[in-house]
């Protein structure tokens, strides 16, 4: 009888190699796995990128165009050009409470557009997404505004802001002026004024690192002809201009070529040397918006515009290097005298005295110090002796700022590198 074969047993070696075989097909299985799910989790990542990436364009899209329907409802608000009026034909409208966020501050002139109109109702773009769009200006800075546009899905969280600051007409000043702009003639300076020009040597003017040729001193706007001879001897410049103890440090008397005609001189030519195509209205209603808003020296911004019709000394000093005012005595403040000042004000921005080229009313005006310009539509007599005038490049900042090379005052434009987007 046969007796079967024992069955052999597997040794120990076997078993590990069997168990190692095992673990590297279950990892193998897991990697594969792995490599699935992110495989996976990549390309639902990417398809979820680009709808982000999707629905951020159009909402972009969608506050682009906000800012540029904004620009165009300007461009026909101003058809006109420049206003002859500080809020022109829009902005007495405004209402703070509609500014957005990040715009708050008494200074802050707001309007909400209606979106309704001017868009193309038909886009998908459009009719997907939630449009606010406003427009903003600043009252201490008027020919600028603020065109802000905020774009959001209306099924999901995509949400774009938009900015774009455009130029307005609002009027340019006259540019850079001498300390002293007179529209008549000048006598009878008692002590010793002094007048800076640029690049003025001497105490008390500003110590240069490289001194130059001083620039002028005073701009006199109307010389008479006094012997009605067809010109304007030196004898007769000598006597209008009869500049006394005035102590103008190198600077020049800057006087037309021609004479006047006798009593023909125009009452508001220091104006218009000064503030350009800013009207008196335009200035007056500007201070008076500053003052409603709750602008003064202690708030930030401070108030920048002053209009003046009390006769009454005045004392204040006002503005700053970098935050310069604009200050005007008015007709009314200078009947029968500009006001006396008092305690030695300091000033940095324009003053501006409305003599209507009536002389005495400006006789012994003076006493403080002015950083910037002084504009006198008259002669004046007797600048008093503790005044001290000094040049502070244009008008000491105080007038709107000057549009770039080219542009049109008239038009509203865009301000380059201004534009600005945001989720």
């Not at 800012?67 to 703070?96: C, K, M, Q």
């Not at 529209?183 to 690192?209: E, F, K, M, R, W």
């Not at 218009?272 to 202690?298: E, I, P, R």
């Not at 000491?396 to 000057?402: K, V």
């Amino acid at each position: 009888m046969t007796m079967p074969a024992p069955h052999d047993s597997p040794t120990p070696a076997r078993r590990q190699k069997g168990s190692a075989t095992l673990f590297v097909s279950v990892m193998l299985v897991v990697l594969v796995t792995l490599s699935s799910v992110y495989a996976l989790r990549s390309v639902l990542f990417e398809q979820k990128d680009s709808s982000n990436h999707y629905w951020s364009t159009q909402t972009h899209e969608v506050a682009q165009s906000g800012i540029e329907h904004a620009i165009a409802w300007l461009d026909l608000s101003y058809v006109d050009g420049v206003p002859t009026t500080f809020n022109g034909p829009i902005w007495g409208a405004a209402n703070a409470a509609l500014c957005p966020a990040g715009f708050t501050g008494a200074q802050w002139q707001c309007l909400s557009l209606d979106t309704s109109t001017g868009l193309d109702p038909a886009s998908d773009a459009i009719a997907q997404h939630a449009l606010a769009v406003r427009v903003l200006r600043d009252i201490t800075r008027p020919n600028l505004a603020w065109v802000h546009a905020t774009a959001s899905h209306t099924a999901n969280q995509t949400e774009v802001i938009a900015q774009q600051v455009v130029y307005i007409p609002f009027g340019q000043g006259g540019g850079p002026q001498p300390p002293l702009v007179v529209n008549g003639c000048i006598a009878g300076s008692t002590g010793t004024p002094q007048i800076c020009p640029d690049q003025g040597p001497g105490s008390p003017c500003p110590v240069l690192p490289t001194p130059g040729t001083p620039g002028t001193s005073i701009k006199n706007l109307y010389l008479s002809d006094l012997n009605l001879d067809g010109t304007v001897s030196a004898a007769e410049k000598a006597t209008c201009l009869s500049t006394g103890h005035l102590d103008l440090h190198g600077g020049g008397i800057v006087s037309p070529a021609a004479p006047a005609p006798a009593d023909t001189c125009n009452p508001q030519a220091a104006w218009a040397t000064v503030f350009g195509s800013v009207t008196k209205d335009m200035v007056m209603q500007w201070s008076t918006a500053q003052a409603n808003a709750g602008l003064s020296q202690s708030t930030t911004p401070k108030r920048t515009v002053y209009w003046i019709d009390s006769p009454a000394p005045f004392h204040d000093s006002l503005g700053s290097p970098t935050e310069p005012v604009t200050l005007v005595f008015s007709s009314a403040a200078c009947t029968p005298d500009c006001p006396a000042i008092n305690g030695g004000p300091q000033v940095y921005g324009t003053v501006y005295l409305d003599t209507a080229c009536d002389a005495s009313r400006a006789n012994g005006w003076g006493g403080g110090t002015v950083y910037g310009t002084v504009a006198i539509d008259s002669g004046m007599d007797n600048l008093n002796a503790n005044t001290q005038l000094f040049y502070a490049g244009n008008t000491g900042g105080s007038q709107p700022a000057m549009l770039p090379p080219g542009a049109d005052p008239a038009k509203v434009q865009r301000l380059a590198g201004s534009w600005k987007d945001w989720n």
